[in-house]
């Protein structure tokens, strides 16, 4: 078929790289415009854009589809179909329209639940036992469209963000070749029950409450990790928390129960498995301790 690609992040890549193998030509990509990113705030090219520029396909950047000359170029490429993946921009009625087909997107859930922005991260914080992707045939309103493919796969105690994102953008691409297989399939449509919106992470959301029962400030620490990370004070040092175990341990919350970074919850406690000081890059628990002491009875806040 002849599509058009319109994605941005990492998630988004695995999906172009297949779509391309199974034989689609892909005839332009959408994707989010550069911008300044890291320490140094440097502008780079949104990952999508850069692969579909060493694969050499026209990359497009628009700020908006709004305008009806925008509109008029992406219906000139006269494509069967669009698939949208984590673009980044709302698709106005008349690009909705344009492709033979119509436009299919490949969201990371299980709707009608976690629609919107972070359906990784709201799965895991929420502490939600499956996840999943959906292909959907887009309409006007927020992932309301009707659901063409969808499998789920399990969410499990050592499941984070960055894990689920690479299980699930696997099983995007997968699907979404599936889907194209009958592009004229309408699909079912969403019940009306179970709605969820997965609303964007706020950097102020990342702050560990060990006031909580172990099971949450784990799916909190998973769902936020490795981004934006969810961090506490640990002896005057910002930590972020990248992978935890809950243990049945009790305590009062935020203390210390032994030296091997053992924190007491509201019920049981967490043991840090993997972090991050401020300014130094992730390790295990052995390594930080080498160079940073946390005897039994140290407060984390």
């Known amino acids: ?32 415009p550069p911008r300044p ?14 692969l579909a520029e060493s694969l050499g396909i026209e990359v497009r950047t628009p700020l908006s589809l709004k305008s009806v000359e925008e509109q008029q170029r992406f219906a000139a490429l006269k494509a069967d179909a669009a698939v ?30 976690w629609r919107g922005a972070a359906p990784i991260q709201r799965a895991i914080m929420a502490g ?32 984070t963000s960055a ?29 009306t029950d179970g709605v969820t919106y997965a609303k964007k992470i706020d950097k102020a959301e990342a702050h560990i409450d060990f006031n909580l029962p172990a099971e949450q400030v784990r799916n909190h620490i998973h769902g936020l990790s490795p981004f934006p990370g969810a961090w506490c004070m640990i002896a005057g ?11 049945q341990l009790q305590g009062k919350a935020g203390t210390a129960l032994d030296s091997v970074l053992t924190f007491a919850c509201a019920s049981d406690a967490i043991r840090i498995l993997n972090l991050q000081r401020e300014g130094k890059g992730p390790m295990d628990g052995a390594t930080f301790l080498r160079g940073f002491s946390v005897p039994s009875g140290t407060v984390a806040s």
């Open 84 to 113: 949208v993946v984590a673009y980044g921009l709302l698709l106005p009625k008349p690009i909705l329209n344009a492709p033979l087909f119509g436009c299919f997107n490949i969201h990371a859930s299980l709707l009608p639940r």
């Open 37 to 50: 990113k890291g320490r140094g705030l440097e502008v780079q090219k949104q990952p999508v854009h850069a």
């Open 163 to 191: 894990s689920l994102h690479d299980e699930l953008a696997t099983l995007g691409a997968k699907l979404i070749v599936e889907a194209l297989q009958i592009p004229s399939v309408h699909g079912t449509p969403q019940p």
């Open 128 to 159: 939600d036992k499956e996840s999943g992707v959906a292909i959907m045939r887009m309409e006007e309103g927020l992932d309301t469209g009707p659901v063409i493919r969808m499998k789920a796969i399990p969410i499990k105690p050592a499941t």
């Open 237 to 247: 040092a910002r930590v972020k928390l990248l992978n935890v175990d809950v243990v």
């Open 1 to 32: 078929m002849r599509l058009v690609f319109m994605g941005t992040p990492d998630f988004s890549t695995h999906a172009l790289k297949v779509l391309i193998a199974a034989g689609h030509k892909v005839v332009c990509v959408y994707s989010q």
